[in-house]
């Protein structure tokens, strides 16, 4: 029957050789299976004079000829069918390009945005098989962003990002690899996730629509009634009019009608007048706004002038009276950082500028906060030379903030603690985990003079803050006034930072605690390190699987049980090989895989001791793999472990160019989450589609009734 139809034969024959239908005891034999359909689909679309399934069969037929090994025995078995194909005598490791070639051309053609993108991506394919990087790479960025409606299409995307971040491996740009792995996995998880938004979408809205129609009736039977009352009340009027005084209270009628149009004039009047004073009172809070910015800004640029005076000290020092080396290299590191300063303070006076003309918008990314600490802790030599101590606790805390505003912030209350700390006095600064999930305080604390409870009231206000201390300095306030904008700018830009705040705890003369608040990166989204001074994104692993997370599993099984001890020694391993990711230490990741993959094969042996389905580090078999097999059968056993430790397997083998091993885990991972995230929610939909049935047909009886 499909035979009659040449269009659908056609598409029957490209979907048998494409989609992975065939089942066969050797990849070999599975191998010529599809090349045979593809082949004959070729033939058939070029008699027929369909181009767009011509183009089909090409691209797959050169997806199948990528893999060296593969094309080695396709070009043996299949000796006549290459020939019809090389039309363009290409030799034997440049045929599956060209064939990728002819298909993009042919795509690009017949206007189909989605094809043209998947053959640039096979196309890509070819040249990173022949190690071709650089134009892998613009193959792919031509797939992803030459036209935008390819976002509409996650699953294209999704494949086109994993497929960058091995090119980007291979060309070692670890951090563009990681980025795109991330969006690889994101998008996995969030079209699994529409498949059930999109079920329950699709109820709400058919049981909306009958609310709409009943509501429609309701309000015709209303209206009808009404219509109903209006003229029998018609009637009873037109009888009563004959002898109604309606008549004689005419001209009072007309005179309370101009009357309230007056008023109404006059109130029109009124509403203008008050408009014109609003916008002059706003006129006046903005003229405001804008003297105290500009005074701000003088005083950040004044705040220079302290840092100058000290460095022509030191350098009078250094050339007045000759000193131990030591301390003259002590002085030249003090000069050193305090010009360093007047460069930050420079920077950030311009990047303010750039901000309020518009030419410069928050740069938000995920900072690692150990850092910028780290620059904060090379400014101790101001502190001593105070006689103040200045301690900064190590962190491990991700935040997600524009990275040169925070060290502003940062340095700007470090700065303040110092200036009203007295001599013997100390200073901490420190990162916690704030009590509103999600959100990391950052607080620096001080023993210095402290505040009355006035003058917290105004802290940040602009208002000048002196002391009766000699070994403490009068401070404008217009540092913490930057800092309380920089905080109501965040929450401007997004949702995520509605939680974002800054606050003061003080006591007079037992010192002050100032805390600011900023979004927390979790570990499952970002790994962030600082090496060399700078800040490298590693890759995400999906830590939380739909199952819910691994230590609850734990949770429930005994820790004195042989099954329980495996499981806590693969999570054991689990966790360390993510940390050895993260630490790049990627060798060792693959070596801690291997042991969580040998604690999990154990627990299947003690599960099901006959049982022949292993889990392997890597296989080139086409049998299904046991973790799937384990899915299937209803296994007991930690799957969201399996997912962690075949993503940790895939970063580790991405990072060392081991391509097999990469896309064997990666492929594991993605089947196993798509079989875990699988919608089963259909009965209870249907049973639902069922009661909103029963309740139309109930609501329309009783209207009828009505």
């Not at 995307?157 to 996995?185: F, G």
């Amino acid at each position: 029957d499909i035979q009659q139809d040449t269009a659908q034969w056609l598409s029957y024959m490209y979907n048998v050789g494409a989609g992975g239908l065939i089942t066969a005891p050797t990849k070999e034999a599975i191998s010529q299976q599809e090349f045979d359909f593809l082949f004959r689909c070729y033939g058939l679309a070029i008699q027929s004079n369909y181009p767009y399934w011509e183009a089909n069969s090409l691209q797959a037929i050169s997806e199948h000829l990528i893999d060296k090994q593969q094309r080695r025995q396709l070009l043996r078995d299949n000796a006549t069918a290459i020939t019809i194909l090389n039309t363009d005598d290409m030799p034997d490791s440049l045929l599956a390009g060209n064939l990728a070639q002819r298909a993009l051309v042919m795509f690009s053609s017949y206007g189909n945005v989605y094809q043209t993108a998947g053959a640039y991506r096979t196309l890509a394919s070819c040249y990173w098989a022949l190690k071709d990087y650089k134009s892998a790479l613009f193959c792919l960025q031509n797939a992803l962003y030459r036209n935008p409606d390819i976002n509409k299409a996650p699953d294209l995307v999704s494949s086109i990002c994993e497929q960058l971040s091995l090119v980007y491996s291979a060309m070692n740009m670890k951090s563009q690899s990681d980025v795109n792995r991330n969006v690889y996995l994101d998008i996995q998880r969030q079209t699994r996730q529409d498949k059930q938004q999109e079920a329950r979408a699709e109820q709400l809205e058919n049981s909306s629509k009958q609310l709409n129609m009943m509501l429609v009736y309701v309000g015709v039977a209303i209206v009808l009634v009404i219509l109903l009352l209006y003229f029998f009340n018609s009637l009873r009027a037109r009888q009563a009019a004959k002898y109604s005084p309606e008549k004689m209270l005419e001209p009072l009628r007309q005179w309370e009608k101009v009357n309230a149009q007056h008023v109404e004039e006059q109130n029109d009047r009124y509403e203008e007048l008050h408009e014109e004073q609003e916008i002059g009172k706003r006129h006046v809070v903005e003229n405001k706004k804008k003297n105290i910015e500009q005074r701000a800004k003088v005083s950040l640029v004044n705040s220079v002038v302290p840092f100058i005076d000290r460095m022509r000290h030191e350098i009078h020092r250094l050339n007045a009276v000759q000193e131990p080396e030591k301390i003259r290299q002590e002085r030249l590191d003090y000069v050193k950082e305090l010009t360093d300063k007047i460069k930050e303070y420079n920077a950030i006076l311009t990047q303010w500028i750039q901000m309020r003309q518009g030419e410069l918008s928050l740069h938000v990314e995920s900072v690692a906060l150990q850092p910028l600490f780290d620059i904060v802790g090379k400014s101790r030599m101001g502190f001593e030379h105070k006689g103040v101590r200045l301690v900064v606790e190590p962190t491990s805390e991700v935040v997600k903030a524009d990275r040169t505003l925070t060290l502003f912030m940062i340095n700007t209350l470090i700065d303040n603690a110092r200036k009203f700390t007295e001599r013997n006095g100390k200073v901490t600064l420190s990162a916690r985990v704030a009590e509103e999930e999600g959100y990391v305080d950052i607080v620096i604390a001080d023993t210095g003079v402290g505040m009355t409870e006035e003058e917290r009231a105004h802290l940040f206000e602009r208002k000048v803050i002196n002391s009766s201390s000699a070994d403490v300095q009068t401070s404008h306030g217009f540092g913490l006034l930057n800092c309380k904008g920089i905080i109501d700018k965040y929450k401007k830009v997004s949702r995520i930072f509605s939680g974002c705040s800054i606050s003061v705890e003080s006591e007079k003369g037992k010192g002050s605690v100032f805390c600011f608040r900023l979004p927390r990166v979790v570990r499952m989204l970002a790994v962030v390190l600082a090496l060399c001074g700078g800040m490298q994104v590693h890759a995400a692993t999906a830590r939380d699987s739909v199952h819910g997370n691994r230590s609850k599993i734990l949770d429930r099984i005994s820790a004195y049980t042989p099954e329980g001890k495996l499981l806590k020694r693969a999570n054991a391993y689990a966790d360390s090989a993510y940390f050895a990711n993260v630490n790049g230490r990627y060798a060792k990741a693959l070596q801690y895989a291997d042991s969580c993959i040998g604690k999990l094969n154990d627990l299947y042996r003690l599960k099901a001791p006959h049982g022949k389905d292993l889990m392997v580090t890597y296989s080139k078999a086409v049998d299904k793999p046991a973790e799937i097999q384990w899915l299937n059968d209803s296994l007991e056993t930690n799957f969201s472990i399996i997912l962690d430790i075949r993503n940790e397997s895939a970063i580790a083998a991405l990072a060392l160019h081991e391509w097999d091993l990469y896309r064997y885990n990666n492929e594991v991972y993605t089947k196993l989450f798509k079989a875990l995230s699988a919608d089963n929610t259909l009965d209870a939909y249907v049973v639902g589609m069922q009661q909103s049935k029963a309740n139309k047909t109930i609501s329309i009886v009783v209207l009828v009734l009505l």
